[in-house]
């Protein structure tokens, strides 16, 4: 417990001190960048929850995001609230969106179930895009009428941000010192004996994928928020979860400090490709997906995953 | 009748999607592996064809259909050899997937930046205007030929698994590959030849569909969807289900374009939601 607040208290300061300070000393857009960093974290953690500590991949976290984002933009237009108060209808519509999605998708195994959560995300898409109401295939910016001081909203979408980017990480750290969080692992480890030893798997499951839906959608919410315009093309991007993904890859699956490290290391690279080497931003995803490719094949476990190997159980077939 | 025709238009649409879950289903039924890369192969079978009937424009683009199928034979089985068969030995679930995926970025980010966005199409030529009148209807001759050989292509695959030599060392592979490998039989020999076959079934049918839809390097994700769910609604596991499902998956889209112009996917993405929610086992089923 001692080790708990040891770690806990230092991580939990400097955030605060950082969405307290940083907005006096330094400019929009760096403070944008930083936002959309900590918000890139947050959704790799909710990934990372799923893949690295359950077991379940997904390729169609962009449904969860975009899911958040619309949830937000529809609710602050309907109420005429500012954004701020109706953020925390974003990870509600997610959560109830995965718990929908569920019992569907359970019924697909491994890469069907990634797929097959890909394919809600190209439904999503294809209805979104169709839908008027929701801006159509052009989009629709953030209804501001509920703002009451519009100079302060970027300082606001980057404290937001902060909380949303430290406290989704909050929650898997407190998840995995939990039983529950050793049930996923033991699900993720070994399905059978998970069972064997009474542990529920299928709602193990559904609670993992309903947090994962509905931190994503946070995080989404707030992302979109402080980008103020919204559209299905790039909500329902499959690069979203390119992103995680590789992230998490890099950094180190099933670990709480993977997405952190890689969503660094990502942004890192695209700023080094995009503005040092000036290349266009094809060659960046190319370098990634190489990347990635070299990642599974050497060390499955992520860079950091090479140094603290740990020991594993063997899988049963 | 206009109904009708939709219908029959679908299903002729149908033999090239069930083509696209082919692919995919061989590879998963011997490797127990989801290509993710797929629906990038299907695209390069397309690119390749443009090259193919740019550089040789007095053949017929017909004629170089079995050009593309080989080099997708060799690109499938270097692709297993290179990369797939390592990912594999590790064992675990997740690792040829994140493989493949990579695969795939790397894939459609290079055809973005060696052939540009643009949407493209192969003019086929003089077949693919032609038509014939049956019972009142009017069916073009090129999708009869395309899905004449999608049949042909499901019926020599049959053949092959059931009744050869080959195809009886695929079957134990899959199976139970160490006890194959103890009879002398090299699994990932037997894997690069089954990833071979489903690249080259996958740049063919890319290939064919080029000559009637137009494609950009993107198109990749939603043909490997279209194969996901063929896959998914004829059955985990049974080719001839894959057919059934290709035909049922074309008829859907084609319905759906003509009652709502621009969702025909939705309609096909609404029939694979159904197929979940009412037969999770699919068309044929998996006797598992």
């Known amino acids: ?317 | 009748m206009d109904w009708i025709a939709s219908v029959v238009n679908g299903a002729l649409l149908g033999g090239l999607y069930g083509l696209f879950g082919l692919g995919l289903a061989l590879v998963f039924g011997v490797m127990r592996l989801v290509n993710l890369a797929h629906g990038e192969f299907i695209v390069m079978g397309a690119f390749l064809g443009v090259g193919l009937v740019a550089t040789l424009p007095q053949v017929p683009p017909m004629a170089l259909a079995p050009v593309v199928a080989l080099a997708g034979y060799g690109v499938g089985w270097v692709l297993q050899r290179g990369v797939v068969n390592g990912a594999l030995r590790r064992g675990d679930a997740l690792t040829p997937l994140m493989l493949t995926f990579g695969l795939s970025v790397v894939l459609r980010n290079g055809m973005v930046s060696l052939f540009g966005a643009d949407p493209r199409a192969i003019d086929g030529g003089a077949l693919t205007s032609a038509g014939v009148d049956v019972a009142g209807l009017r069916l073009g001759i090129y999708p009869l030929v395309v899905l004449a050989a999608a049949v042909l292509l499901f019926a020599a695959l049959h053949w092959l698994l059931r009744h050869s030599e080959t195809g009886r060392v695929m079957r134990a592979t899959a199976d139970a590959p160490e006890i194959a490998r103890l009879m002398g039989v090299s699994p990932e020999r037997v894997f690069a030849r089954v990833t071979g076959l489903a690249i080259a079934f996958a740049m063919l049918a890319g290939f064919l569909l080029a000559q009637r839809t137009s494609f950009t390097p993107f198109s990749g994700a939603e043909r490997m969807l279209v194969a996901f769910e063929v896959v998914i609604i004829g059955g985990l596991g049974s080719f001839w289900g894959a057919l059934a499902g290709g035909v049922l998956l074309g008829i859907a889209q084609v319905v759906g374009q003509k009652f709502d112009s621009n969702a025909g996917a939705l309609y096909a993405h609404g029939l694979f939601l159904l197929v979940l929610l009412f037969m999770p086992r699919g068309l044929a089923g998996e006797r598992r």
Request: charged share 10%; aromatic share 8%; proline share 4%.
């Open chain 1, 1 to 317: 417990m001692k080790h708990t607040l040891v770690v806990a208290l230092p991580v939990g300061l400097a955030a605060a001190l950082a969405a307290v300070l940083l907005p006096h000393l330094l400019d929009g857009g760096t403070l944008r960048l930083l936002a959309e960093l900590l918000l890139a974290m947050g959704m790799a953690q909710m990934w990372n929850l799923l893949a690295g500590y359950t077991g379940m991949l997904s390729l169609g976290h962009q449904l969860f995001v975009a899911a958040g984002a619309y949830a937000l933009f529809e609710a602050t237009q309907r109420l005429g609230l500012a954004p701020a108060w109706t953020l925390p209808i974003a990870p509600i519509v997610g959560g109830l969106l995965a718990a929908l999605l569920a019992p569907l998708l359970f019924r697909l195994r491994d890469a069907y179930f990634a797929i097959g959560l890909w394919v809600f995300a190209e439904i999503g898409a294809l209805l979104v895009s169709k839908s008027a109401a929701l801006g159509g295939s052009a989009g629709k910016p953030l209804d501001l009428s509920g703002v009451e001081d519009l100079e302060a909203l970027g300082t606001l979408s980057f404290r937001l941000a902060v909380l949303v980017g430290v406290g989704l990480l909050g929650v898997v750290w407190a998840l995995m010192r939990s039983p529950l969080g050793l049930a996923l692992r033991t699900v993720r480890d070994n399905e059978l004996a998970a069972r064997s030893i009474g542990v529920d798997v299928w709602r193990v499951r559904l609670v993992a994928f309903v947090v994962s839906g509905a931190g994503c959608a946070l995080a989404g919410a707030a992302h979109y928020m402080g980008a103020m315009f919204l559209a299905p093309d790039a909500a329902f991007d499959i690069n979203w979860v390119v992103m995680m993904m590789f992230a998490t890859l890099i950094g180190g699956v099933g670990t709480i400090a993977g997405p952190v490290l890689g969503v660094l290391a990502w942004f890192a690279l695209r700023e080094l490709f995009a503005t040092g080497l000036g290349l266009p931003g094809g060659w960046y995803l190319i370098g990634m997906g190489l990347f990635a490719m070299a990642v599974s094949l050497y060390a499955p476990r992520g860079l950091r995953g090479v140094r603290v190997r740990r020991a594993r159980p063997p899988r049963s077939h």
